[in-house]
């Protein structure tokens, strides 16, 4: 098993930053992808940004050149630095980890959640 606690969010005037960690631990090795994704009130889940275990990154339209994630390998961390914050960026934040097809086979989940993170930008 998968265990993903988020940590970091909170409320931030717009123009602001905050930096969001996804902690990881148990089958750690399994993971091979992560990514933060975003749900505002009364609207559907989406990707934010993901990072490969080999390093590939990618981003939603709305976050690029503000929002940079990055993963620490030795503390089996995900970050994600958010910049210049919007309103519009206003949600509960999860971390979200893929597992490699073995250990999905064994652990018998594609993939883990943490619990979330309240992000509120204030204008």
């Known amino acids: 098993q998968v265990q993903l606690v988020e940590s970091g969010g909170g409320l931030v005037q717009a123009g602001g930053s905050l930096r969001l960690s996804c902690a990881a631990s148990?089958?750690?090795?399994?993971?091979?992808?992560t990514g933060w994704y975003r749900q505002a009130p009364g609207k559907e889940r989406v990707l934010v940004a993901a990072?490969?275990?080999?390093?590939?990154?990618d981003y939603a339209d709305s976050v690029k050149g503000r929002f940079a994630i990055s993963r620490d390998n030795a503390e089996d961390t995900v970050y994600l630095q958010m910049n210049s914050l919007k309103p519009e960026d206003t949600a509960v934040y999860y971390c979200?980890?893929?597992?490699?097809?073995?250990?999905?086979?064994?652990?018998?989940?594609?993939?883990?959640w943490g619990q979330g993170t309240q992000v509120t930008v204030s204008s």
């Open positions: 979200s980890a893929d597992v490699s097809k073995t250990c999905a086979l064994r652990l018998g989940v594609l993939d883990y």
């Open positions: 148990g089958d750690t090795l399994c993971i091979s992808a």
């Open positions: 990072v490969t275990n080999g390093g590939s990154t």
